[in-house]
């Protein structure tokens, strides 16, 4: 039976081969078809009525005729029909949904692989453009928050807001005021527009509501048709209510929410809708239903953009807002007409239309990801501006741009999402009155009439009361360098809402706060170079949160400070009278400024800020300067090489070329070894007289040492009866290696006994006194070894616990140099960038780290006994294959990746409503390059 069905109903579509298998199986089971033969008749019976009316409608009604017999085989009949087109229906419209999700899906994907496409393409040309104006950096990074994420684990994370794409506090509360199906609390909408020429109908398909639907696909827009270019004077108010006029360009449309109740608000989205940018020329609000007058919003600046805008503003209560936008582009369009059409006054009127069904019918406003090109306009704009700059600053020759091929693809992809909607309708339009009518003659010319075309509308509006967390962090990913960085930069792109208060029209309570980390818990505070003082013109901080301690009412500043005093100290945005505080400029490699509280401005409840200059130190880091190598735990250990009989490291090994680069005082030995040249000889005659700082063997410190010493003569040992040198005014010992030379830091040391500890010397007191920088450092073990050698002599004092000084201890002293917290002196004078063993024997290094040309290998089988290697970078290439042969590989790294903290703050004591909006980082490195 199964069989003999599907042979006879399959030439028909699967929906009616679907109903007809039901309703025969349906029969069966209630008993009316019991047969084999009974189940073929019906079949055939069913399939011959669907046959004569393929891909139509079956249902052919039996009506009941008046006063008689009621049949009951019509009636079956004409309910098995209704059964079969309705199963029919349903089946196809669930075939269609199952299409249209599957499309959907595929359609999602492409647009997510073309998005990122495009943003990377977005992204290299700014990089690339960047890399040019900035020549003096070898690398940069963008973060922008198109495709950035947040990687922080730290709790709360600050968010990328999905629809303005900017970085900021997270949102704990959030209270939409003008959602349309709030029962009690509702919102009306409706506009107002201003220009000369004809407005289409686009509300009928479009309403208003559609900009507050909470769907990107639906929007609210209008079409203006214009005899030429409108241009006019638009009213606005300011703050305090006074009226002035600005002169706009295009047509100008008013919308309006006019709320049931008064509503608190702090935060307003807009994205408009249009084939060019749209200018937002206003957003304002009424405090009640009887004011007068529309008070804009404080955050809001003027802006043309076809992207998210967002306004976050301190808490107002509103009755209604309004949100005036404008449209400066527009579409000259010429129509040829016969000459008596002109005349007809219904004529553009029929093409406004045509043009409004063209803009519902496209696709270019309802796909997803043209509304995602559309809203990168913003990028690509400061893109094509960046590259201006670039050709116009630099002699690049455009016929040689290998970076940039990829330009012209965003120009070609993103210009299509700009083509002309052309009015094709338009020509049916013309045909059809070009026809002769009564009013038209034969002899009828066509004349060329221009008119100008508008469209701008909204998308999507969000009016909304948000609160944040007070606190928000951010961590960018693991940026890798190609080689150890010895130098960072950074620029931010952020805004904050601005304050007026009885001190200042710029006050800010909100702030940011950024670090660089560079692996390992080596973190370092910074401050974006571009954000500088309004007066000054030098990298300064705004309304900075300082913590004071409640015992001493001391705080200090996050970053250096380029002046000891700063611009301003606030209390809850107050400005605090000098007279009140105290300020010092703190010494070391971050010169931070010391404030103390002096007077009653002192509150442990208040929230404290301080605006001041940032020292050099702080925005552009010196790597180098900062941090110091480090040695690997343990060695990193290969039992293989590769193809090129190399072996890649996990980090950059550190190169320290202030050793390489001091001429004069490091010499290079065949291998790529160097060794310190001393012109003087060291000094060890007579003893020492010092107090040394004592350790146990665990680690604590038993004794606090001096940082004086003096030479004295001689008691026992070698230098019995000796006297010692002179050192202040002694010829022999140069007074000049106190300091730096080819800034490389130079000075004396001295170690005492056979220590392998060396103590920097500050200075040269008098002919037999020294002072230290810090004090000599021993242990007790090495007081009592050292007291055996002359009892009574050496030391003076106890021994267990160690407590005392050395009266006549055997010394040396000498120049040396003092570089990433290595001292190269007296016995330690050869500085070995890396260390490599093969099979237990150490390789040769004949890296030439001056040149980079690297000489060429002078063996090259794997039975030769000698191992040479070059280093490039992460990667070490042998001479010969060592697969098999166990390489050791030790060395000091300092970079291990960058990474982006950031910290946002809302810097007030209760309802955080205002949140820092972060629109880009960008991150300029310098590395040793290796």
Do not use: M
């Given at each position: 039976m199964a069989n003999f069905l599907d042979k006879i109903i399959s030439v028909l579509p699967d929906s009616q081969k679907a109903a007809i298998k039901s309703l025969i199986a349906t029969k069966v089971a209630i008993g009316e078809l019991s047969s084999i033969r009974a189940r073929q008749q019906e079949s055939l019976a069913l399939y011959n009525r669907v046959k004569s009316k393929l891909n139509n409608i079956l249902l052919n009604p039996k009506y009941a005729v008046k006063d008689a017999k009621i049949s009951s085989a019509d009636i079956n009949s004409n309910l098995e029909e209704i059964y079969l087109d309705l199963n029919s229906l349903y089946s196809t419209i669930a075939s269609f949904s199952g299409i249209e999700k599957s499309q959907n899906v595929v359609l999602d994907g492409e647009y997510q692989k073309s998005r990122a496409v495009i943003e990377k393409l977005i992204n290299d040309v700014k990089v690339y453009s960047l890399k040019k104006r900035h020549p003096e950096f070898n690398e940069v990074k963008l973060v922008d928050f198109n495709s950035s994420t947040n990687t922080t684990s730290k709790i709360p994370s600050a968010v990328v807001n999905p629809e303005t794409r900017l970085l900021q506090l997270y949102p704990f509360y959030t209270n939409r005021t003008h959602i349309l199906n709030r029962t009690t609390r509702n919102t009306k909408i409706y506009t107002k527009t201003y220009s000369q020429g004809l407005k289409g109908d686009l509300a009928a398909s479009f309403p208003v509501e559609n900009m507050v639907d909470q769907k990107s696909n639906t929007f609210w827009g209008t079409i203006i048709l214009s005899d030429a270019p409108v241009s006019q004077v638009y009213s606005k108010n300011t703050s305090t209510g006074d009226e002035y006029q600005i002169a706009v360009d295009g047509p100008v449309v008013e919308i309006y929410f006019k709320f049931s109740h008064t509503e608190k608000i702090n935060n307003i989205k807009i994205l408009p809708f249009s084939e060019f940018p749209v200018k937002i020329i206003d957003v304002a609000y009424k405090a009640t239903t009887s004011s007068q007058i529309h008070i804009p919003v404080s955050d809001f600046e003027e802006t043309s953009t076809l992207d998210w805008v967002e306004l976050n503003f301190p808490p107002v209560l509103a009755s209604e807002v309004k949100i005036t936008i404008a449209q400066e582009n527009y579409k000259k369009i010429a129509y040829l007409l016969p000459k008596s059409a002109v005349v007809n006054t219904d004529l553009f009127q029929r093409i406004l239309k045509l043009k409004a069904s063209k803009v519902i019918g496209t696709s270019i406003f309802d796909s997803d990801f043209s509304l995602y090109l559309l809203s990168t306009i913003s990028s690509y704009e400061s893109a094509v501006d960046s590259l201006e700059k670039l050709l116009t600053d630099y002699p690049v020759d455009s016929t040689i741009q290998p970076n940039l091929e990829y330009y012209?693809?965003?120009?070609?992809?993103?210009?299509?999402?700009?083509?002309?909607?052309?009015?094709?309708?338009?020509?049916?339009?013309?045909n059809r009155l070009s026809s002769r009518e009564v009013n038209q003659q034969p002899s009828d010319a066509l004349i060329n009439l221009f008119k100008y075309e508008y469209l701008l509308g909204l998308r999507e509006v969000e009016i909304n009361y948000q609160l944040y967390y007070p606190t928000s962090y951010y961590e960018s990913e693991e940026f890798l360098p190609n080689a150890t960085v010895?130098?960072?930069?950074?620029?931010?792109?952020?805004?904050?809402?601005?304050?007026?208060?009885?001190?200042?029209?710029?006050?800010?309570?909100?702030?940011?706060?950024?670090?660089i980390d560079l692996g390992a818990g080596r973190k370092i505070p910074i401050h974006p170079i571009n954000i500088v003082d309004n007066v000054d013109e030098i990298p300064a901080v705004t309304d900075e949160l300082i913590n004071f301690n409640i015992n001493t009412h001391k705080a200090y500043t996050r970053l250096g400070g380029y002046y000891s005093v700063p611009y301003r100290v606030k209390k809850n945005g107050e400005v605090i009278p000098p007279t009140e505080y105290s300020t010092v400029r703190t010494t070391g490699s971050v010169p931070k400024i010391e404030i103390t509280m002096t007077g009653d401005y002192f509150d442990v409840n208040s929230i404290y800020t301080i605006d001041y200059a940032v020292d050099p130190s702080s925005y552009n880091i010196d790597i180098l300067s900062k941090f110091t190598s480090e040695q690997l735990i343990s060695p990193e250990i290969f039992t293989e090489v590769g193809s090129d009989k190399e072996v890649i490291l996990s980090k950059f090994p550190f190169i320290n070329y202030s050793v390489i680069n001091l001429t004069g005082y490091f010499q290079k030995e065949?291998?790529?070894?160097?060794?310190?040249?001393?012109?003087?000889?060291?000094?060890?005659?007579?003893?020492?007289?010092?107090?040394?700082?004592?350790?146990?063997?665990?680690?604590?410190?038993?004794?606090?040492?001096?940082?004086?010493?003096?030479?004295?003569?001689?008691?026992w040992g070698d230098q019995s009866g000796i006297s010692p040198v002179t050192l202040s005014g002694n010829a022999d010992l140069s007074l000049s290696y106190f300091g730096d030379i080819n800034g490389v830091q130079f000075s004396y040391f001295l170690k005492i006994m056979d220590s392998n500890t060396y103590a920097e010397v500050e200075s040269f007191f008098d002919g037999d006194t020294l002072i230290l920088k810090d004090p000599i450092e021993v242990t007790q073990d090495q007081c009592q070894r050292w007291d055996s050698l002359a009892s009574g002599e050496v030391f003076s004092g106890t021994l267990s616990p160690a407590s005392g000084y050395f009266t006549n201890a055997n010394y040396t002293l000498g120049v040396g140099v003092k570089t990433d917290g290595q001292i190269y002196a007296l016995s330690n004078v050869k500085y070995n960038p890396m260390t490599v063993y093969v099979a237990g024997?150490?390789?040769?290094?004949?890296?030439?780290?001056?040149?980079?040309?690297?000489?060429?290998?002078?063996?090259?089988?794997?039975?030769?006994?000698?191992?040479?290697?070059?280093?490039?970078?992460?990667?070490?290439?042998?001479n010969q294959d060592l697969t098999g042969k166990e390489i050791r590989v030790y060395y000091n790294w300092l970079t291990e990746y960058v990474k982006i903290l950031g910290t946002l703050r809302f810097n007030g004591q209760v309802n955080p409503n205002l949140t820092p909006k972060v629109n880009e980082i960008r991150l300029f490195l310098n590395n040793l390059i290796i």
């Open positions: 012209d693809d965003i120009v070609d992809l993103i210009s299509k999402t700009y083509a002309e909607l052309s009015p094709t309708e338009v020509k049916d339009v013309t010895s130098e960072i930069q950074l620029e931010v792109d952020e805004r904050h809402s601005l304050l007026t208060t009885s001190w200042q029209n710029d006050y800010k309570k909100t702030s940011t706060e950024w670090d065949d291998e790529s070894v160097w060794t310190f040249i001393k012109d003087q000889d060291d000094v060890y005659s007579g003893q020492l007289s010092i107090v040394p700082s004592i350790y146990d063997s665990a680690g604590n410190l038993l004794q606090t040492g001096s940082i004086t010493g003096s030479l004295v003569t001689g008691s024997k150490e390789a040769k290094n004949i890296t030439d780290y001056v040149t980079l040309v690297h000489p060429a290998f002078s063996v090259g089988s794997n039975k030769d006994s000698d191992v040479e290697y070059i280093h490039a970078g992460k990667t070490l290439y042998f």
